[in-house]
């Protein structure tokens, strides 16, 4: 089975920048879907930004221009770089890998979550 192992989460002032890391197991990495979502308490997780196994990116309106995912196949790992931190921007954060390749019924493997707070 694939686990996701993240880090980097922790308390920022608003305009800070951090990184998010999120590593991965299993020896076909370069056929997964990566994604980063977040959720705050009480609500609904919400998708944040997307890369595919090609290098495409999508990112959720409220983080474009902020916010870049990016990928290192030979390391396992996908990142999540972000700039300009808003008190918004608050959530627990989790990595999601999605895994088709080979499979007639595509499944999806979350990390635990790493908390991010922005202080005003």
């Known amino acids: 089975q694939v686990q996701l192992v993240e880090s980097g989460g922790r308390s920022v002032q608003a305009g800070d920048s951090l990184r998010l890391s999120c590593a991965a197991s299993?020896?076909?990495?370069?056929?997964?879907?990566m994604a980063w979502y977040r959720q705050a308490p009480g609500k609904q997780r919400e998708l944040v930004a997307v890369i595919t196994t090609g290098g495409s990116t999508n990112y959720a309106d409220s983080v474009k221009g902020r916010f870049t995912i990016s990928r290192d196949n030979a390391k396992n790992t996908v990142y999540l770089q972000m700039n300009s931190l808003k008190p918004k921007d608050t959530a627990v954060y989790y990595c999601?890998?999605?895994?088709?390749?080979?499979?007639?019924?595509?499944?999806?493997?979350w990390g635990q979550g790493t908390q991010i707070t922005v202080s005003s």
């Open positions: 299993g020896r076909t990495f370069t056929t997964y879907i």
């Open positions: 999601n890998a999605f895994i088709h390749s080979g499979l007639t019924v595509p499944r999806a493997y």
